[in-house]
């Protein structure tokens, strides 16, 4: 397995190779063309299996020679996409479908429904260009792609340019990919080819999530906790084929968030489920959470590393950071392996049963039983009772103004815009837009919490480095001085960025007026509520008569 780092940009009518090739020589030496013709097939089964755990498969052709290419299709795309890559020669003779089962069964833990077959070929036109400078080379592809399907003469065209790091550092093929991306004829593509491919020619595309809930004020509390927790459920399997896979951090992130606002479901319409199913489903969805955040924190502290390198890593402490990327991708693959034994566990499939059973069917109820009653009452009280906690938590925080604070405040804040956006159907635009607002300060408290958690990581793994070496083969050795070091440089860094973090916060609360938007949300769900009373009350006169 390796990892890619490419920019994608989409040509329009009016590229012109040689603005291209001008803008890169300004920053990087180009070498002369290399001309490339390519087939490249996609495959999967017939149930789509890969394309549902989110993954393309396909079988590259260059004259004699194929192979197998497996890459994650990312959730969130940037200019410039870093994903991993699995590759295995397809011998002579072997088919492709089969081999393609057996590379994706032996690397990735999951198994196919049937056996890949052809659904999409592209065939492209290529002309590659090196591109170096001191301690960095790319390669500069400007494609010429034909789309169709297997058998068929009906094609598609596109163009688009890649530029892929070979070698070097991210930080200079950052630098020669923005001076590309400013080009006008060219724009950053958002997609892979093989999603430009399903596109173009009309084929289901990568779906993920779950459709949003639309309910009336009227609708009774049952049916829309139901609806809700059902779509949330929907959301975290749909999720899962990623998350065990294991190549998108992304995948398993939106898995998490889903578990997250399941529970906070859970808890907002916990009279509309029995004690005993309701606290079996709390109790287990927060054993779930758990499982997945340990592997999510140390996603986040990956993804980063490379980053606070190229902040902090100005010395000779180069050897110290390889260390640190070693002992988290070490506590990584451990904590994937708990995660995967959860997934595969009795307890997890009795779970996602029970999950169906409570999701799927609205109870009978007696006409004054809490869960009957009409979902716009229920909201505004919801509403209400989180917004309260949120201004108790926001006073809280003035007062104290530290870090646990402020992660209590976050807490909060998010429960608050769950408990907002599972109502969100029955309100106007405005409501919407406060929650927006909420969202944006909850980011810049999100970032805070990462230099926080960030420090307590560095010094974990400073108090716990062996500073003694071991005899060989009875136990760790002795930690590097550069490892050191670098932890030492982390956990000030962390620290530092916790002060300043907190004047950002501070400029965040100020700019969306906290208690303007608790408050806007309570008015706006009071509303409804007083006009639901005002009809019952009017329905319930009309009776009498």
């Not at 606002?261 to 005993?276: E, I, N, P, Q």
Request: aromatic fraction near 6%.
């Amino acid at each position: 397995m390796q990892t890619e780092t490419e920019l994608k940009l989409l040509c329009d009518d009016d590229f012109e190779l040689s603005e291209l090739l001008a803008a890169t020589r300004k920053v990087a030496e180009v070498s002369e063309p290399t001309v490339i013709d390519q087939v490249d097939v996609y495959l999967d089964t017939r149930s789509r299996s890969l394309q549902r755990a989110g993954l393309s498969a396909r079988v590259r052709r260059k004259g004699q020679k194929r192979k197998i290419e497996i890459k994650p299709v990312p959730l969130i795309t940037a200019v410039v996409m870093e994903r991993a890559e699995i590759e295995a020669e397809l011998p002579r003779g072997k088919a492709a479908g089969v081999t393609l089962r057996q590379v994706v069964e032996e690397c990735l833990p999951i198994k196919l429904r049937g056996v890949p077959i052809e659904r999409v070929m592209l065939k492209t036109r290529r002309r590659r260009y090196d591109v170096r400078t001191e301690g960095l080379h790319a390669e500069l592809c400007v494609d010429e792609v034909s789309v169709m399907r297997p058998g068929s003469r009906r094609s598609f065209l596109f163009e688009e340019v890649e530029l892929e790091l070979r070698e070097g550092e991210r930080g200079d093929f950052d630098r020669i990919a923005a001076s590309i991306a400013e080009l006008p004829p060219l724009m950053p593509s958002g997609k892979s080819k093989y999603v430009r491919a399903l596109e173009l020619l009309g084929l289901p595309g990568f779906a993920f999530g779950s459709a949003k809930p639309l309910f009336k004020a009227e609708h009774s509390a049952d049916e829309v906790a139901r609806m809700i927790c059902n779509a949330q459920f929907e959301a975290m399997r749909s999720y899962e084929p990623g998350t065990r896979v294991g190549l998108d951090p992304e995948q398993l992130h939106k898995m998490r968030v889903a578990t997250r606002r399941l529970r906070a479901a859970l808890k907002t319409f916990s009279f509309c489920f029995d004690r005993r199913n309701g606290d079996f489903l709390s109790r287990n969805y927060k054993w779930l959470a758990a499982v997945l955040g340990d592997v999510r924190d140390l996603d986040v502290h990956l993804l980063r590393a490379p980053i606070w390198e190229a902040e902090l890593g100005k010395g000779p402490e180069k050897e110290g950071w390889a260390e640190l990327r070693a002992v988290l991708h070490q506590r990584w693959e451990a904590a994937r392996e708990r995660l995967l034994l959860a997934l595969n566990s009795r307890r997890y499939e009795r779970l996602c049963e029970r999950s169906v059973a409570a999701f799927s069917q609205t109870p009978r109820r007696r006409s004054e039983h809490a869960g009957g009653r009409a979902v716009g009452l229920v909201a505004s009280k919801a509403v209400k009772k989180a917004e309260r906690r949120f201004l108790g938590a926001l006073q809280h925080y003035h007062q104290c103004g530290d870090a646990e604070s402020m992660h209590a405040l976050r807490i909060v804040g998010k429960k608050l815009r769950y408990t907002g956006e599972f109502f969100k159907p029955l309100y106007s635009p405005a409501f919407a837009k406060r929650l927006k607002e909420l969202a944006a300060f909850q980011d810049e408290v999100g970032l805070l919490q990462d230099d926080v958690v960030a420090h307590a990581l560095a010094r974990e793994l400073y108090d716990s480095a062996p500073r003694a070496t071991a005899p060989t083969g009875s136990g760790p050795q002795r930690a590097s001085g550069a490892y050191l070091h670098v932890l030492g440089l982390l956990a000030g860094s962390a620290i530092a960025s916790e002060r300043y973090g907190g004047l950002r916060v501070e400029q965040a609360l100020r700019e969306i007026d906290e208690e303007r938007v608790a408050r806007d949300l309570l008015v706006e769900a009071r509303k409804v509520a007083r006009r639901l009373l005002k009809e019952q009350a009017k329905a319930a006169k009309a009776a009498k008569t």
